[in-house]
């Protein structure tokens, strides 16, 4: 455990070095080329930022890991990486993802054209194998069947990687979100051994450090201020959407049986999850086009309400810290079942949509619901 924890430090330290030093590169590149993100009624910045940030996750990640692994052989003889169907799946599924995001950056995409290839790379992880197979009690319910859990599998990974990308909002937030549940997957996977998974998300995580020091801190007046952009949320997204999937599924060949599988894997993305269930049941009560950009992610309603940029930012981390300090308690300590724990989650989330929206009323804005 100790070589495990020391291994992926040094995963994270190569990546944020990396990071450091490209990403400055990014934005003096996004310049050079006018590559930027544009203000418009919807946004929240008022001035042009280079877009580009995201290009930098992979090749850190990817560079951090190969490093670190590298050191792990060097100083313990282990080989840890075993190529498996979908592991090759998962890094074709991920370039995928990768390569469609930063052409949107570049020339811009329909949002039915990146749909399409997030649901062909979600399809690859379930035909290579890896998929929900176990429900852990959810309504009764335990072991699953390939027909069921494949079109699950596709479902999931595609509506995170959508909600990571459409919470995107504002300066931090995607970034932070992100690091917080990589982090907890971290954890996650530290605990079940698996040093391959604990390096790749080091990795990932080393590099939104640098990313969000120019995000939340850069000065756009300096131009060292950068946004990730769909090349970024996009394979954050994905990224998260297949450790979700890793961590719930049951294979008794790499992990052993954990009833907390699931609602852990949940727990780690709960804000955006249920904020983009809240956003497309608004949408389709309005009867509004599911593809079409608003104003009504919960960043929108804080700052309705009154709160600035970076309060609205630290409001939605100690939520979603809340959401997994209550979760652990419930599943850990209190052993409530995974049902009753997910109904309970969904009726804070209520409750505390309800008090931001009275919050927006008392501030005299209109809360568009």
Known sequence: MTHYILISFVAFVCSALFGFVMIPQIVNFCIRKKLYDIPNERKVHKNPIPRLGGISFMPSMLLAFFLALVVL??????????????????????????????????????????????????????????????????????????????????????????????????????GGLALMALAGFLACFLREGLVTYCVLIAGLMGVLVPYLYFNILGDPKKNRKI????????????????????????????????????????????????????????????????????????????????????????????????????????????????TYVLVIDIVLFFIMNYMVDRAIIRHGEKTFV
């Open 73 to 174: 052989d060097q100083v313990t003889g282990e080989e840890p990486i075993t190529i498996s169907l979908w592991t090759c799946s998962f890094f074709v599924s991920l370039m995928l993802v990768y390569v469609v995001g930063t052409i949107d950056d570049l020339i811009g995409l329909g949002a039915r054209t990146k749909f399409a290839v997030q649901i062909a790379a979600a399809t690859l992880m379930p035909l290579s194998g890896l998929y929900i197979n176990n429900l852990y009690g959810f309504l009764g319910y335990h072991e699953i069947p390939f027909w069921f859990g494949a079109p699950l599998t596709i479902f999931i990974i595609v509506f995170i990687d959508n909600a990571i990308n459409l919470i995107d909002g504002i300066d931090g937030l995607a």
């Open 227 to 338: 946004f990730m952009g769909d090349s970024g949320s996009l394979t954050l997204g994905f990224i998260l959407g297949f450790l979700f999937v890793k961590f719930a599924m049951h294979n008794p060949n790499v992990m052993t049986y954990h009833k907390d599988g699931l609602i852990l894997s949940i727990t780690m993305l709960i804000v955006p999850m249920f904020d983009v269930v809240r956003v497309v049941i608004m949408r389709l009560r309005k009867r509004r086009p599911l593809f079409d950009a608003d104003k009504n992610h919960i960043h929108h309603k804080l700052m309705r309400a009154g709160l600035s940029q970076h309060k609205a930012l630290a409001a939605i981390l100690v939520i979603a810290l809340a959401f997994a300090a209550v979760n652990f308690a419930m599943v850990f300590f209190i052993k409530i079942n995974f």
